[in-house]
């Protein structure tokens, strides 16, 4: 089940890359060979940016690969690093509840209720933030998992 959520999880990243980096193609071209860009291409580019960024932290939390500071680490026992890699993944977890996915839901119901649209592309704004208790779903799936293989 993980490698095909890794698999899916992947493949969009890529697609939303290509989109983005067609989007930006077609913005720079517009620009410069019409003299106008055009009124979307530049909030779609910062929309897709912002899920790249956030669905890319999720993928590489699920792929071990984050940002990681490792110098207490190699100091330790192998029990010892353990149990420090369960308490850091019951942190990451705590994280990905309360801020991303409570958070993120809270956010998404304010949105909708005031009815929020992107200016350019008239979007609904909670269709954009949803990427992030998605991410935070993908976070806590990740993680429960990691603390399961631990165990």
Not at 56 to 73: D, N, T, V
Not at 102 to 125: D, F
């Amino acid at each position: 089940m993980r490698a095909k959520i890794d698999n899916i999880l992947g493949y969009f990243l890529v697609l939303l890359m290509a989109v983005m980096t067609i989007d930006v193609l077609l913005g720079v071209v517009t620009r410069y060979v019409l003299g106008s860009q055009l009124s979307w291409s530049e909030e779609l580019a910062r929309f897709l940016l912002m899920w790249i960024g956030i669905l890319g932290a999720a993928y590489a939390s699920g792929q071990k690969k984050h940002l990681a500071i490792e110098l207490l680490q190699t100091k330790l026992s192998a029990t010892q690093q353990k149990n420090l890699d369960i308490f850091i993944n019951l942190i990451v977890i705590s994280f990905a509840v309360t801020v991303m996915i409570i958070g993120g839901l809270r956010l998404i119901y304010i949105t909708q209720t005031l009815g929020q649209l992107s200016p350019a592309l008239r979007v609904p704004m909670a269709f954009i933030y949803a990427v992030v208790p998605l991410s935070g779903l993908l976070i806590l799936y990740y993680k429960t998992y990691d603390l399961l293989q631990e165990a």
